[in-house]
């Protein structure tokens, strides 16, 4: 153990790495370590406690929180977004349906195109970012953007896809996006320091963002003030770990749904990668990433997991053994509701857990977004 700590703590010096290193085998943290500055201008030094901003990470919480409520009947995968948005985003092309959103199949123009951003201090969103903090108010910046090819076609990652699947969820239960990531993900899944937060009032454990591995310039001008279904929940190593035992545990979403979520849909030869629904994957193994590896190196999320194969006790609407209480009191057999059924099923379990949410998961329904 000790050689192995030598070789992070080297590591981290020699390249500046600036995080959180853990490591887990077989239920037992082998090494946990903190590295740089939450704060580099007061000189407040990272812990194994402070919670990152996982940029594009949020996808994959996105991507679970559709998955359960197709569990749950609100859509299906087949379901087109145009069926929801009604007259709302007229550009996005009448057959996208939530299944080529989530696999960045969906060819809808997107607001922020990483591949044409020129400078990372580049002001890249045309409202001021302290009005983005609720899904809704995303739409004039999702609006006006040419479809680039037929649904279907091809792979091209996508960040307002997901912001457009944050506002599908909203649409079919009546429930707030980030309410929705909290119980039907974040609780079930143990992660009890994760949260969208506001990046203008970001709490003392909460590490700034920075536009460069070095300086004190943060981005909090250049990101949406609130995340959203695109990227920027903050959270922890620990929680991270707590998130890869409950997905392959069947404990968010069943494990069929799971081995669903992590089959390839697209080989990404740019990246060296291959793409699911909401996770990256291994070019030829089975390893699954909660995010690609070149952002990871700049936050704690530098996790990956191998899938276990699903278990006649975590199949669709039969219960999970160890499965949160969180949505244990929307029915088991999603087939058979309607989407009022859902609607008003969520409604319930959420307000009937309003006075837990200060010991679960989001004490705050917001919080920063992706680095581009």
């Given at each position: 153990m000790r050689a192995l700590q030598d070789t992070v703590d080297a590591a981290a010096e020699r390249t500046g790495f600036s995080g959180v290193v853990r490591l887990d085998r077989a239920g037992e943290t082998e090494l946990s370590a903190a590295y740089g500055f939450a704060d580099r201008a007061h000189e407040i030094r990272n812990t194994v406690q402070t919670q990152f901003a996982t940029a594009s990470g949020a996808k994959g919480l996105?991507?679970?929180?559709?998955?359960?409520?197709i569990e749950r009947g609100a859509f299906e995968l087949g379901t087109t977004a145009r069926s929801l948005l009604g007259g709302d985003l007229p550009l996005i092309a009448d057959g996208v349906t939530i299944?080529?959103?989530?696999?960045?199949r969906s060819g809808i123009g997107d607001y922020l195109d990483e591949d044409t951003l020129d400078d990372i201090g580049d002001?890249?969103?045309?409202?001021?970012v302290h009005e983005l903090t609720a899904t809704?108010?995303?739409?004039?910046?999702?609006?006006?953007?040419?479809?680039?090819?037929?649904?279907?076609?091809?792979?091209?990652?996508?960040?307002?896809?997901?912001?457009?699947l944050a506002l599908l969820a909203e649409r079919a239960t009546g429930v707030d996006f980030h309410e929705l990531a909290r119980t039907l993900v974040c609780q079930p899944?143990?992660?009890?320091?994760?949260?969208?937060?506001?990046?203008?009032e970001l709490p003392g454990r909460a590490a700034l963002g920075y536009l460069s591995v070095a300086g004190l310039r943060t981005n909090m001008f250049h990101l949406p003030v609130v995340g959203n279904g695109d990227g920027g929940i903050y959270s922890t190593a620990a929680d991270f770990n707590s998130f890869w035992d409950a997905l392959f545990a069947g404990r968010i979403v069943s494990a069929e749904r799971v081995a669903e979520m992590v089959r390839p849909r697209s080989d990404w030869p740019e990246e060296s990668k291959r793409y699911g629904l909401g996770?990256?994957?291994?070019?030829?193994?089975?390893?699954?990433?909660w995010r690609d590896t070149t952002q990871a190196c700049r936050s704690p999320a530098c996790t990956s997991r191998r899938p276990r194969s699903p278990t006649p006790s975590s199949r669709t609407g039969q219960k999970v053994p160890g499965r949160s209480s969180s949505c244990s009191t929307i029915s088991s057999?999603?087939?058979?509701?309607?989407?009022?059924?859902?609607?008003?099923?969520?409604?319930?379990?959420?307000?009937?857990?309003?006075?837990?949410?200060?010991?679960?998961?989001?004490?705050?329904?917001?919080g920063g977004r992706m680095t581009p």
């Open positions: 996105t991507a679970l929180t559709v998955m359960s409520l299944e080529q959103l989530l696999a960045h002001y890249v969103l045309p409202v001021p809704e108010q995303f739409l004039p910046i999702l609006d006006g953007h040419e479809t680039t090819y037929a649904a279907g076609e091809r792979f091209a990652y996508n960040n307002g896809g997901y912001v457009v899944a143990g992660m009890a320091d994760t949260a969208f937060l506001r990046t203008d996770f990256h994957l291994h070019p030829t193994g089975d390893a699954v990433w057999a999603p087939e058979a509701l309607t989407p009022n059924d859902v609607r008003a099923g969520l409604k319930r379990d959420l307000l009937g857990r309003a006075d837990e949410r200060a010991t679960t998961c989001a004490t705050s329904p917001a």
